[in-house]
């Protein structure tokens, strides 16, 4: 009786959005979906490739000897493997900021963009994982972790949070979905059969009925709270990882932060490319707009400044000491053999983005693009500086080791493996885009409706 | 594995003092342990059928796992083929406080071990506590109870969310 | 009790070598190995050093029959301990052959290091021996995930190679460096499988880890479970090592023997950052009125990669 009536009441609100600008919409969001041009296909078989090259380097790796393919040695241990799981994990946490934290803070932009955040986390994530199990020296044990796992180790804790969080990113990915699964079976044509089924089958039979509306509503709420604090959990656990040895380095209270902060800006920066990308590939300019480069700039701005200030406690408190503990690790970064790329990170990924997006000009589409880019880079390498130089400098001198015990270079092995996890997790991305909407049709629908011009419109 | 090193060295004991029984057949040595005014003593003699030697050099030495531990200096035989030593009485024993003692002399080679119920019999070695450096069986109490409730309530939450959707999947079905 | 057969049947080998008498013999089931001509110094019961042949020694870790359970547990009612007298270093480097020879493993990797160390610029430069210091606040143990090294009641952090996943964690947490990576070397997989049936001077049983695991010192237990002295105490030419029982109190290089706690009092014994808290189980005597005067090595050993 009464959803009846709020179903009439629905239907006229629909009304002040013309039923031809809807229809419309549905058509703009729906083309990528509907029709993969040649690029867009090159586009995919190239990613495959990177991938195959990548499980053939790891199969490489698993046959033969791992000094042989492999750069690690004793002393450096962990390698650009462990970086690169770093590095995923702190990407997977855009999914917190641009899509949680901005919707809890109703800043109404988030909307075309919090789908293409959370698709990238989920994808992040997963090759988080990828990397840490081609670091591995068996992986075959790899279900040890379950049978044999202990409570009171860091590792375990990463795997539970890591395993949560990614149940809660999918679920939180998919929930929002569910109307749009329907949206794409009632809007989709000459598509394959099976794909038509999936929608059908994924889209929990939706009918939109007020009573769903509320539920999927309550849901989203729930799941958007609970993912702020996982996101903070897997990369502050990882930060663990480090901080709870006793190497000088890394014995660090403000490791959890640093990292986090640290994953803030790369989230930004992987947002504006994300949004770029996508703008021009897939003809989305209407709805990801130069308003939504204005506004990711000063985050930018904004997340370059807070990762400064936990870089300045990090590393320049410890060196006014100078204490005898951290003197060959922070030397080493200041000016010795290290001091290039440490000096290139600081400036391209930090102070370069904290200052140049001030300005207006930088904030339109292409220059934020670039800037973006450079700190995307720049933070790859951010978490190479963490781990490697780190492991170079034990408390006990490295003596008598030959050349390469001394002097990690990633193998030809390692750096293959680490262009395909970044090849799967644009795989990923792609695919998913290829088969649902990459912009949530009926979010951004209903800030519309709402009367919310900022969703899209520059302000 | 106690009781297999206690036989091990029961056999070696035999093996060691036969071998020496062998080769020293006219050198005999006792050994005798006595308590006077709560000073243990050990007295050491040393004859040579039947007859005591003289100005001998006697060494005292309790057994330890991997090697003789000596008891104060080498003490030379008197006119009587006797040497004295003062025990100590703080050397740590098993758990019952048994020491293998063992005297020798150099020239002509010989030796005799005797045990005796002097030393300090050790504790029982605690098993391991609960730590965070423990096995997986020994983890905190504490941090059991707070990584199971952290797991429990989030993946509560989370599976609460799923059948709150999974229900409403068709209207009519939830009435 | 089979377990017990085993050893004692080695042990009884043993005893039949150093001249068994009727009693002995009697017992002994027959000395059925046959002799390999390759010689290996042991220490007896009375604490001396005889050559053996080889053969009379075989205990691999299969064969020993110790199960998961007991070498998780250790060896009953020890404690494990070790001094380091450092102005007897010289660094002739002999403990780290030995321990490799003992071990089945090929430079560069070292169980043992020796180490020029210099605490302040005044200071005159030493040799520091260094392996793994089977911590009691273990920070190794503390971060496996897989409980593949643990803390044992007998003071030894031991590694179980077939449960080990390779995720070199305890590496990153060990302030010591004392662990090392199979990672496969060539050469070192060649020389495992060669090696395989062989028995090296001073045997330990536990060999280098499996491909893809951790491995370090074990501080020998195996030869302690046979009141044999550690291959790197064996093996230093001036008796820099001294290796016991703290609940013995009593610490031996072989051939001198000393009680634990008097030669730490007396000569001011120290623990590698102690600040650290992970109360090491090898304890160190300052270098002082040396043995030797300090000379610089002329060679490097682990040039080869």
Not at chain 1, 244 to 257: H, I, M, Q
Not at chain 1, 374 to 392: D, H, N, Q
Not at chain 2, 1 to 25: D, E, H, N, P, Y
Not at chain 2, 75 to 93: H, L, Q, R, Y
Request: net charge positive; hydrophobic share 45%.
């Amino acid at each position: 009786m009464s959803s009846k009536n709020i179903e009439l009441n629905q239907k006229t609100t629909y009304e002040t959005f013309t039923q031809e600008e809807y229809m419309e919409m549905k058509e703009e969001l729906l083309r990528p979906v509907q029709k993969i041009g040649t690029i867009g296909k090159l586009w995919i078989v190239f990613l495959v490739l990177v991938c195959c090259a990548g499980v053939y380097a790891y199969y490489v790796q698993e046959t033969r000897s791992k000094y042989v393919t492999v750069s690690l040695r004793d002393y450096t241990m962990w390698g650009v493997y462990i970086s690169n799981f770093v590095f995923f994990v702190a990407l997977s946490l855009i999914g917190v900021l641009m899509s949680a934290v901005l919707k809890l803070t109703h800043f109404e932009w988030y909307r075309p963009l919090s789908r293409i955040a959370e698709v990238i986390a989920v994808a992040a994530i997963m090759l988080a994982g990828v990397s840490i199990v081609a670091a591995m020296g068996r992986p075959d044990r790899l279900y040890y972790l379950v049978i044999h796992g202990r409570i009171q180790s860091p590792i375990i804790w990463d795997i539970i949070v890591i395993l949560t969080y990614i149940s809660t990113s999918l679920v939180l990915l998919f929930i929002p979905l569910i109307p749009s699964l329907a949206t794409c079976q009632n809007h989709l044509h000459n598509k394959p059969k099976w794909q038509m089924k999936m929608y059908k089958m994924l889209s929990f039979g939706w009918e939109g009925t007020p009573e769903q509306w509320k539920i999927l509503k309550r849901c989203i709420k729930i799941l958007t709270v609970m993912v702020i604090p996982l996101g903070i959990s897997i990369h502050t656990v990882t930060a663990w990882l480090f901080a709870t040895t006793l190497r000088a380095e890394w014995d660090s209270t403000n490791f959890g932060v640093y990292f986090v902060s640290g994953a803030f800006l790369l989230g930004v920066a992987a947002m504006i490319l994300a949004v770029a990308i996508f703008r021009k590939a897939y003809n989305l300019e209407k709805y990801l707009t130069p308003m939504h480069f204005d506004k990711l700039g000063r985050a930018l701005v904004l997340m370059s400044l807070i990762y400064i200030y936990f870089n300045v406690n990090e590393y320049l408190v410890p060196a006014y000491k100078m204490s005898g503990l951290h003197k060959n690790h922070l030397l080493d970064l200041f000016v010795g053999g290290d001091a290039p790329l440490y000096w290139s990170v600081v400036f391209m990924g930090m102070i370069m983005p904290a200052t140049l997006p001030l300005i207006p000009a930088m904030r339109k589409p292409l220059p934020l693009t670039i800037i973006a880019s450079v700190v995307f880079i720049a933070a790859w390498f951010k978490r190479y500086l963490i781990v490697i130089p780190g492991l170079s400098h034990p408390y006990l001198p490295i003596q008598d080791v030959p050349a390469s015990w001394k002097h990690y270079s990633p193998s030809l092995v390692e750096m293959t493996i680490v262009a395909a996890t970044f090849a799967a997790m644009m795989l990923i991305v792609t695919l998913f885009s290829r088969f649902f909407p990459i912009i949530s049709v009926w979010e951004v629908a209903e800030g519309k409706l709402e009367g919310k011009d900022e969703i899209i419109n520059y302000k | 594995m106690k009781s297999i090193i206690i036989k091990c060295l029961a056999v070696l004991f035999l093996v060691a003092t036969s071998f020496g029984r062998l080769f020293s057949q006219e050198t005999k040595m006792t050994l005798n342990f006595t308590v006077e005014d709560s000073v243990k003593k050990c007295n050491v003699s040393v004859t040579a059928n039947d007859t005591a030697v003289k100005e001998v050099e006697v060494k005292l030495y309790v057994k330890r796992l991997y090697s003789l531990l000596p008891i104060g200096k080498a003490a030379v035989t008197d006119e009587t083929g006797n040497a004295t030593f003062d025990f100590p009485n703080d050397i740590p024993a098993d758990l019952n406080g048994k020491l293998l003692v063992i005297a020798k002399v150099e020239d002509p080679a010989a030796e005799v071990s005797k045990e005796v119920n002097w030393g300090v019999p050790r504790a029982e070695i605690a098993p391991l506590e609960r730590s965070l450096a423990a096995s997986r069986e020994k983890a905190p109490y504490y941090l059991m109870i707070v990584s199971n409730l952290i797991i429990i309530g989030i993946w509560g939450t989370l599976l609460f969310v799923v059948w709150e959707v999974y229900r409403k999947r068709k209207p009519n079905y939830s009435k | 009790m089979e377990k017990e057969d085993k050893s004692r049947r080695k042990f009884l080998q043993f005893g039949l070598l150093a001249g068994a008498t009727g009693l002995a013999t009697a017992i002994l089931p027959g000395c059925q190995s046959t002799e390999t001509g390759k010689k290996v110094k042991v220490l007896t019961a009375d604490g001396k050093l005889v050559e053996v042949d080889s053969s009379h020694l075989d205990h691999h870790a299969a064969k020993d029959g110790f199960s998961k359970g007991e070498i998780r547990k250790g060896i009953e009612g020890r404690k494990f301990i070790r001094v380091i007298d450092l102005a007897r270093c010289a660094n002739e480097r002999k403990c780290v052959e030995g321990c490799q020879k003992a071990h089945k493993i090929l430079p560069p990797t070292e169980y043992i290091k020796v180490k020029k160390m210099q605490d302040s610029d005044l200071g005159s430069p030493y040799w520091f021996p260094t392996m793994c210091y089977h911590c009691d606040n273990p920070p190794c143990t503390k971060v496996c995930p897989v409980d593949a090294t643990f803390k044992r009641e007998d003071g030894v952090v031991a590694i179980d190679s077939d449960r080990c996943i390779g995720c070199k964690f305890c590496m990153a947490a060990c302030p010591y460096s004392a662990r090392t990576f199979n990672f496969g070397r060539p050469e070192q997989t060649k020389f495992t499988e060669a090696n395989k049936d062989s028995i090296p001077e001073n045997n330990c049983t536990i060999g280098y880890g499996a491909e893809g695991t951790v491995s370090k010192c074990d501080f020998c237990t195996n030869r302690s479970a046979e009141g044999l002295l550690p291959a790197c105490v064996l093996s230093c030419p001036n008796g820099a090592i001294f290796h016991g029982d703290e609940l013995e109190d009593v610490v031996t290089n072989g051939e001198e023997t000393f009680r634990l706690k008097e030669l730490i009092r007396n000569r001011a014994g120290y623990r590698q950052f102690e600040e650290l808290g992970t109360k090491p189980r090898v304890y160190y005597l300052p270098p002082v009125k040396r043995q030797f005067p300090f000379e610089e090595a002329t060679e490097a050993h682990n040039t080869i990669e």
